[in-house]
């Protein structure tokens, strides 16, 4: 989104707003920046509809507090150990505390530390990779001891083992993100803020798509609602939408169709590349896992954070890269290859509870037991055709259209707004401030009570 030049800097409550794309607001306090940045554009009827949602932001309510994080969950980054570096190796500054959570930023201070004493990248096997003595003469080292050779050495060891750690971790962080509101945290703030009525929209279906999941059988909130919409139609009759903004988190057919062939191209390419990241991440899940797949129940050991975060990234990357290869009437490269979708890992007490009401196991679940590992589909290993997925749907009864197995997502109509609740570990809590309390004490958890924070629940209960 940088090939704007010249863009006005957005203003402070545009500039908020444009940020939280990037964040994980609730929707009461983008709507209530709304407010702020079409003030006196909006009709009577629009402020109104507005107003309802923004009385629970945070600025009204709850005296600015809630419970739950505005952000998603940081990468560690590896200041302590860049630190040690600096002092250990020459000309070799401290990173800044920012600088220090960007992977690409420590990989340049080990190669550089590395350098130094003749380390190669990647070669840690503290028995083979080490210079001897003579070595280390002849690369200059003479004059450094071993124990100081080795201990240079063991600090790059267990640097290189951080930025693994945090590749992983910013590779995670970033398919939660994408599993939820697609790429509209790769947008450019400045570049959303040239058009309010755009910025707006984005900004506050951003904030429905990054909902916190409820425990409950009844079904998540759908992230398309009457705000979501009522933004939507003032975009429709503007001259200004940057619509290639809005595709990059709401690509249905009506947004995909004011974009050029060009441009629809380009979110084609966007959305493959995100489907090889999510590949990936799948796969290294998958081998932690003691999976079932005819059932997807969470077992004892199962990394079923890593599998959610990847399914959900693959999932929302499937069903765009499919819409745009609809959008340029290319849908024929699913009679090729078409990987199927990914369901994700189920708490047993969801499932229990399920069960319990009368429900049943997602209907998906034996479609996606039956087909190929779809990661081995896109690199090639595994082949699954519409026809092979079509087949499989019509033996377990479903529509491969209606339920996105062989189509992009469709739109369903606008859900009613409802208030954002503080969760702790899925289930709503009314109060913020006992919602902290709970989460602090281990409620919820699957977990004993901390005796510390489980005293003070008794206290204040009491």
């Keep these: 989104m940088s090939d704007e030049p010249d863009l006005p800097r957005p203003t402070a409550p545009m500039a908020e707003l444009c940020a939280s794309v990037r964040l994980r607001r609730r929707p009461e306090d983008v709507a209530d920046l709304v407010l702020a940045v079409l003030d006196g554009r909006l009709s ?9 949602a923004a009385r ?17 969950a940081p990468v560690v980054g590896a200041q ?93 962080r970033d398919a939660i993100m994408l599993g939820k509101s697609g790429l509209a945290s790769r947008l450019d703030p400045v570049r959303l803020a040239a058009d309010p009525d755009t910025a707006c929209f984005v900004a506050y279906l951003t904030a429905r798509s990054n909902l916190r999941s409820e425990f409950t059988v009844t ?14 139609r003032r975009l429709r009759g503007h001259a200004g939408t940057d619509w290639w903004a809005v595709a990059h988190l709401y690509p249905v057919p009506e947004v995909l169709a ?24 799948l796969e290294r899940a998958y081998l932690r896992c003691r999976m079932d797949r005819e059932r997807m129940v969470v077992q004892r050991g199962d990394d079923s954070s890593a599998w959610n975060a990847a399914a959900a990234a693959w999932n929302t990357a499937r069903a765009h890269w499919i819409s745009a290869l609809e959008a340029l009437d290319a849908a024929e490269v699913l009679d090729a290859v078409c990987p ?25 679940t034996p479609v996606w037991a039956e087909l190929p590992l779809p990661w081995l589909v896109l690199r090639g290993h595994e082949h699954c055709h519409r026809a092979t997925v079509e087949a499989a749907c019509a033996r377990h009864g479903r529509n491969p259209v209606a339920t996105g197995w062989t189509a992009g997502r469709r739109p369903h109509g606008a859900a009613p707004f409802r208030p954002t609740p503080d969760l702790v570990h899925g289930v709503t809590v009314a109060d913020p401030l006992l919602a902290q309390l709970l989460r602090t004490a281990g409620v919820f958890s699957g977990k004993p009570l901390r005796p510390a924070a489980g005293e003070l629940f008794a206290s204040e209960s009491g």
């Design 56 to 72: 629970g932001s945070l600025r009204l309510a709850w005296h600015g507090y809630t419970s739950m994080l505005e952000e998603f």
């Design 340 to 364: 199927g979708k990914v369901l994700k890992l189920m708490a047993a007490d969801v499932v229990a509870w399920h069960l319990a009401t009368g429900g049943a196991l997602h209907p998906d």
């Design 80 to 172: 302590n150990q860049v630190a040690t570096v600096a002092v250990l190796f020459d000309a070799i500054d401290r990173l800044g505390d920012r600088a220090a959570d960007d992977p690409a930023a420590v990989e340049q201070v080990i190669r550089t530390a590395s350098e130094q004493i003749g380390k190669p990248f990647g070669g840690n096997d503290f028995l083979t990779d080490r210079l001897n003595r003579e070595q280390r003469a002849a690369a200059g080292l003479g004059e450094l001891s071993k124990r100081r050779y080795n201990k240079r050495f063991r600090l790059l060891q267990r640097l290189e083992a951080k930025l693994a750690t945090m590749v992983r971790a910013t590779l995670e």
């Design 219 to 232: 079904g998540q909130q759908r992230p398309y609602d009457q705000i979501a919409d009522l933004l939507l």
């Design 44 to 52: 009577h009827a629009e402020r109104n509809q507005l107003a309802v």
């Design 258 to 281: 004011r974009l050029t062939d060009e441009q629809r191209g380009r979110l084609l390419g966007l959305w493959y590349r995100e489907l090889g990241k999510a590949a990936d991440l």
